[in-house]
DNA sequence: ACGGGTTTCTAACAGAGATTAGAAACGTGC
DNA sequence: GCACGTTTCTAATCTCTGTTAGAAACCCGT
């Protein structure tokens, strides 16, 4: 029997901290090497597992992705809307914009969520898996889609936009920094600042009017 | 033996066509599925072939990738260098950023080219395939470089920010499209103008100088 | 030290997919 | 109608991966 397995702590079973380690592990395979290349023999040797072991934790393969997307999206979610609540119940639109692209960048690069290893498999995904997910990220898509809203009845924003196209080439531009990002050079911050420029305010010189952040 | 297989036009040998037709076929079905779900079965069927019979035209299924990931790259580098000089030597540098960001988002969500195929497996290959084709995507990206140095010198650039990540965040904004744009809501036109917009002046309103294309 | 539940390992199986060799079909100039 | 080069098919092989069953090892309270 499989135990009922609560979010791992320290104080939890060891099989439930033998469960996130696999997580973890194959997290970090799939946003090393995409989802397909990467076997349950390569998780399991990444856990220190022979590859028949992980199957005491998890039902299949797809159970393991399951538990990944889960936690990706949840990530990324959590991260993004507290980051916006973060800044009080009135404040400029524009400025809970700007936290919201500062938190989705951090989370997607930060190693530890597995909001990159979700978008990096994300594509690759047979059908019935994406499909069982799907709602979930429509929610967060809405929790965009309702920003940018906000801000354009506050008339914050030009009014020329389809502004589901502004969220997906926004969702884009930033998603894509799991691509090419590598720590060093910068760090995800000075890229979200980066982006959040360039989306709301233009790489084009010729002063727009809001430039400090909130 | 296998011929010398140039590219395929009408008069071109029996051999050359049906070459033609399976890196059709393959390219579709990567742009649909990404690379690892898609077996040589599942592209020789779509051709019109048994999958025995692609080895007479290939060598190996990675063979197979290599002819797609160049033809890609070929053509995202020939659309949007076409669209940049036809502005003429002495263009406004605006314009011609305007010009590449139309040009790599029709190159990149047109059917026929195989750059969005491309754009979809990236990701997903494994290590030793990527790397042959690092060399023509750096010379791609050298041309990005290019167009907003340029643009930088000229002044008309804001000078807070560093042109490689904002060149990674605007081919991001615009590979993404391949994830989520479906033909019939709106025209890849009229996604590279919004993407034109929000890239170069900001979705905030509040005049930005340049709005007008060249 | 013992016993029972928990966790992991080992050794297999089944299926799928890339690849190959050789046979068949095709097409074309004579 | 034939011979020969070209193109495709068929059937088999070989490897790899997900999966499973049962044996072993581990852990812990007594």
Tied chains: 1, 2.
């Excluded at 990467?38 to 393969?61: N, P, W």
């Excluded at 060093?184 to 952040?213: F, K, N, W």
């Amino acid at each position: 029997m499989r135990s009922v397995a609560p979010i791992a702590d320290r104080s939890a079973s060891k099989s439930a901290r033998t469960r996130q380690r696999i997580v973890d592990a194959a997290a970090a395979a799939f946003r090393r090497h995409g989802y397909a290349s990467v076997t349950l023999k390569d998780i399991a040797t990444r856990a220190g597992l022979q590859a028949g072991s992980l199957y005491y934790h998890f039902d299949s393969k797809e159970d393991l992705i399951d538990a990944i997307l889960s936690a990706g999206v949840d990530a990324a979610i959590t991260a993004t809307r507290d980051a916006v609540e973060a800044l009080g119940p009135g404040a400029d639109p524009v400025a809970r914009l700007r936290a919201a692209i500062a938190a989705h960048v951090r989370v997607v690069l930060s190693e530890e969520s597995h909001a990159s290893a979700n978008l990096r498999i994300l594509g690759q995904l047979p059908d019935a898996i994406r499909e069982r997910h799907l709602k979930q990220q429509r929610a967060y898509g809405a929790f965009w889609a309702a920003l940018l809203r906000d801000a354009a009845r506050a008339g914050a924003i030009r009014d020329d936009l389809d502004l589901s196209v502004v969220r997906m080439l926004t969702l884009g531009a930033l998603n894509w920094t799991t691509e090419w990002y590598r720590a060093g050079r910068c760090s995800p911050s000075e890229v979200a600042a980066h982006a959040a420029t360039m989306i709301l305010d233009g790489i084009v010189r010729g002063a727009s009017p809001r430039r400090r952040r909130g």
